[in-house]
């Protein structure tokens, strides 16, 4: 007898193809329902609709069509038990020997705009996962198929071995489970967003690998870019105007450069980040003046650093980045006469990304045993709620300023301390284990910048050793969250030394 495919997918790439060498070169009978019946009818390659195969028409508008006996015991029926063998002869039941399935376009379907709750619910496939998961689950017996760049390798097994190898069948099996387990991800994590709940009680994260990287953060340890959902969106979405491939760093330092930038949305702004921490950002009023600013800020620190602006980039721009070594420049757009000049420097990697807002609504990182889930840090500063404690009253340049300085000071490493002036950052200290460590590494490098500069700090100041420092160094006016038992000395100390302090009433750690 010849052997039995069944062929039900939504994607029908590759579909005619692969039924006619099944049918032509191998002499398969194919059993297929809905559109995939049609479009191989269309073809003129012979097929059995499953409605005339099961004897069960589909129904509920398509709601039922492969939940049948004669679909789920030939694909679940070992072959090597003779209970199972004389049950499918008892019922008329074929053995099916290959099953090539891919689901509804749900995660295509809620990535639209303004589609509904019901909309997003009828893109929820039933039969689908349920033959990919009994054909994955039957792999010892059976080939499941649900992904076009499988059917292929799928025909070179039949070519060289008569039928597919068990190891093959297995690998299958694998992708067919990650794919309904991926599939289930997305519906889920839809849904949860429909509920008041901000952090579910079950949390899940899945992804499709879109490359493996040359290594991690380091040769020896082994890594791979995933990317979540079907829409490819944030830096899967972006493209690569030339360069080499990305690296781990790379896209680790490339999300921390997009993060900050997206703090600057009214004005051209620029920062070079090394290793997660901006060395240098700066706004002005074009992007030439801003990176050269950012650049100037810590030119030694922007030697192989990641640049992001928030602006397309220009001629004149592109001259100033290839001046120096840099591994990544992004951007939300790039001139022709730009690109041609970037050309000259043919190894930096330049991204465009016109969303720079794109990112998640959680952060999510692992730890022994687990992992650990938050909101996303995207809080919009509001000067307005600033508390003023003080005797010196801030002029609105002041403020403004003061509002460049929290920003950055919110995408350094704690504990963090940022000195800036004219829109441009000074001198940073990341990552600290106190404050006063990082003041002091902020202010050096600042030098004698730092008369009459602002300072940022992401933490209170338990002591107001560092408020004295920053007034000796010049200072002239400070950010800080507030909410130490000790404000009080901060702010008496601020008074005797004629500083500006202002509150936010929140802080930024940054892990």
């Given at each position: 007898m010849a052997r039995l495919a069944l062929l039900s997918v939504s994607n029908k790439t590759g579909i005619i193809d692969l039924a006619r060498n099944l049918v032509e070169e191998f002499g398969f009978d194919i059993i297929s329902s809905g559109g995939t019946a049609k479009t191989l009818k269309d073809a003129g390659i012979p097929v059995?609709?499953?409605?005339?195969?099961?004897?069960?028409?589909?129904?509920?508008?398509?709601?039922?069509?492969?939940?049948?006996?004669?679909?789920?015991?030939?694909?679940l029926a070992r072959r090597d038990v003779a209970q199972d063998v004389t049950d499918l002869e008892n019922n008329q039941i074929r053995p099916i020997d290959l099953v090539v399935v891919n689901l509804y376009p749900f995660e295509e379907t809620i990535a639209r705009p303004g589609v509904t709750l019901a909309e997003a619910v009828e893109q929820i496939d039933i039969g689908g996962p349920a033959m990919l998961r009994a054909s994955s689950k039957n792999y010892?017996?059976?080939?499941?198929?649900?992904?076009?760049?499988?059917?292929?390798?799928?025909?070179?097994?039949?070519?060289?071995?008569?039928?597919?190898?068990?190891?093959?069948?297995?690998?299958?099996?694998?992708?067919?489970?990650?794919?309904?387990?991926?599939?289930?991800?997305?519906?889920?994590?839809?849904?949860?967003?429909?509920?008041?709940?901000?952090?579910?009680q079950q949390y899940t994260v899945s992804g499709?690998?879109?490359?493996?990287?040359?290594?991690?953060?380091?040769?020896?340890?082994?890594?791979?870019?995933?990317?979540?959902?079907?829409?490819?969106?944030?830096?899967?979405?972006?493209?690569?105007?030339?360069?080499?491939?990305?690296?781990?760093?790379?896209?680790?330092?490339?999300?921390?450069?997009?993060?900050?930038?997206?703090?600057?949305?009214?004005?051209?702004?620029a920062t070079i980040i090394k290793h997660t921490n901006p060395c240098g950002t700066a706004e002005a009023d074009s992007i030439f003046t801003a990176y050269q600013k950012a650049f100037n800020a810590d030119s030694t620190s922007a030697f192989g650093g990641i640049v992001a602006l928030n602006r397309a980039i220009d001629a004149a721009t592109a001259t100033e980045l290839t001046k120096t070594f840099l591994e990544c420049v992004v951007a939300p757009g790039c001139d022709e006469e730009a690109q041609e000049i970037l050309t000259k420097k043919g190894n930096v990697r330049v991204l465009i990304l016109p969303d720079?807002?794109?990112?998640?609504?959680?952060?999510?990182?692992?730890?022994?045993?687990?992992?650990?889930?938050?909101?996303?840090?995207?809080?919009?500063?509001?000067?307005?709620?600033?508390?003023?404690?003080?005797?010196?009253?801030?002029?609105?340049?002041?403020?403004?300023?003061?509002?460049?300085?929290?920003?950055?000071?919110k995408h350094v490493k704690s504990n963090a301390i940022v000195v800036a002036s004219d829109r441009t950052t000074l001198g940073i200290g990341a990552g600290q284990m106190n404050r006063v460590g990082s003041t002091k590494i902020a202010l050096e490098q600042a030098g004698e910048k730092t008369q009459g500069a602002f300072l940022a700090s992401d933490g209170?100041?338990?002591f107001d050793?560092?408020?004295?420092?920053?007034?000796?160094?010049?200072i002239t006016a400070i950010v800080q969250p507030g909410g130490s038992l000790r404000d009080k000395d901060s702010?008496?100390?601020?008074?005797?030394?004629?500083?500006?302090?202002?509150?936010?009433?929140?802080?930024?750690?940054?892990h």
């Amino acid at each position: 007898m010849a052997r039995l495919a069944l062929l039900s997918v939504s994607n029908k790439t590759g579909i005619i193809d692969l039924a006619r060498n099944l049918v032509e070169e191998f002499g398969f009978d194919i059993i297929s329902s809905g559109g995939t019946a049609k479009t191989l009818k269309d073809a003129g390659i012979p097929v059995t609709k499953v409605s005339d195969y099961t004897g069960s028409p589909e129904i509920l508008g398509g709601r039922v069509k492969t939940l049948h006996p004669r679909i789920h015991g030939g694909i679940l029926a070992r072959r090597d038990v003779a209970q199972d063998v004389t049950d499918l002869e008892n019922n008329q039941i074929r053995p099916i020997d290959l099953v090539v399935v891919n689901l509804y376009p749900f995660e295509e379907t809620i990535a639209r705009p303004g589609v509904t709750l019901a909309e997003a619910v009828e893109q929820i496939d039933i039969g689908g996962p349920a033959m990919l998961r009994a054909s994955s689950k039957n792999y010892a017996h059976l080939t499941v198929l649900c992904n076009p760049d499988q059917y292929g390798e799928y025909l070179q097994e039949l070519r060289q071995n008569g039928e597919s190898s068990l190891a093959f069948r297995q690998k299958c099996a694998l992708k067919g489970f990650s794919h309904t387990a991926s599939y289930d991800n997305a519906i889920a994590s839809y849904l949860a967003g429909t509920q008041a709940e901000e952090l579910p009680q079950q949390y899940t994260v899945s992804g499709q690998k879109l490359q493996s990287l040359r290594y991690g953060e380091n040769p020896h340890q082994p890594a791979a870019w995933y990317q979540t959902g079907s829409t490819a969106t944030g830096w899967a979405g972006a493209t690569k105007l030339q360069g080499k491939e990305l690296s781990y760093n790379n896209l680790v330092d490339l999300e921390a450069a997009r993060r900050i930038i997206a703090e600057f949305t009214e004005s051209p702004a620029a920062t070079i980040i090394k290793h997660t921490n901006p060395c240098g950002t700066a706004e002005a009023d074009s992007i030439f003046t801003a990176y050269q600013k950012a650049f100037n800020a810590d030119s030694t620190s922007a030697f192989g650093g990641i640049v992001a602006l928030n602006r397309a980039i220009d001629a004149a721009t592109a001259t100033e980045l290839t001046k120096t070594f840099l591994e990544c420049v992004v951007a939300p757009g790039c001139d022709e006469e730009a690109q041609e000049i970037l050309t000259k420097k043919g190894n930096v990697r330049v991204l465009i990304l016109p969303d720079l807002l794109t990112g998640q609504k959680e952060t999510v990182k692992a730890i022994a045993g687990g992992f650990l889930v938050q909101t996303a840090d995207d809080i919009v500063a509001d000067v307005s709620k600033w508390q003023i404690v003080t005797e010196r009253q801030p002029t609105p340049s002041e403020l403004a300023e003061l509002l460049f300085a929290w920003k950055v000071c919110k995408h350094v490493k704690s504990n963090a301390i940022v000195v800036a002036s004219d829109r441009t950052t000074l001198g940073i200290g990341a990552g600290q284990m106190n404050r006063v460590g990082s003041t002091k590494i902020a202010l050096e490098q600042a030098g004698e910048k730092t008369q009459g500069a602002f300072l940022a700090s992401d933490g209170f100041f338990p002591f107001d050793d560092s408020v004295r420092t920053a007034a000796a160094a010049g200072i002239t006016a400070i950010v800080q969250p507030g909410g130490s038992l000790r404000d009080k000395d901060s702010i008496k100390a601020a008074n005797e030394l004629g500083l500006l302090m202002v509150l936010t009433g929140v802080r930024h750690f940054l892990h």
